[in-house]
């Protein structure tokens, strides 16, 4: 699994965030997504890695700017586990 962070900016409140995890969640197979208007940021995480520029492409299509991507692996940590 991986972890991709993505530093957006123009999120300025609760549907902005809305607005691009539902474009994500209509484009891509992934396992959760979640947006944060006061980081500037969505993290996705999904079982295989996103094609960078068609990620930038549906942000961009939303009217938002993609400033960074940034992909690393992700492991699950469990209730116990440190």
Known sequence: MVKITMKIDGMMCGMC??????AIRRSFAV???SSSRSKGETEIIANDPLDEDSLRKIIKETGYSVLSVKTEDYVKKGLFRR
């Open 17 to 22: 965030e809305s607005h691009i995890n539902d």
């Open 31 to 33: 396992k959760k997504v």
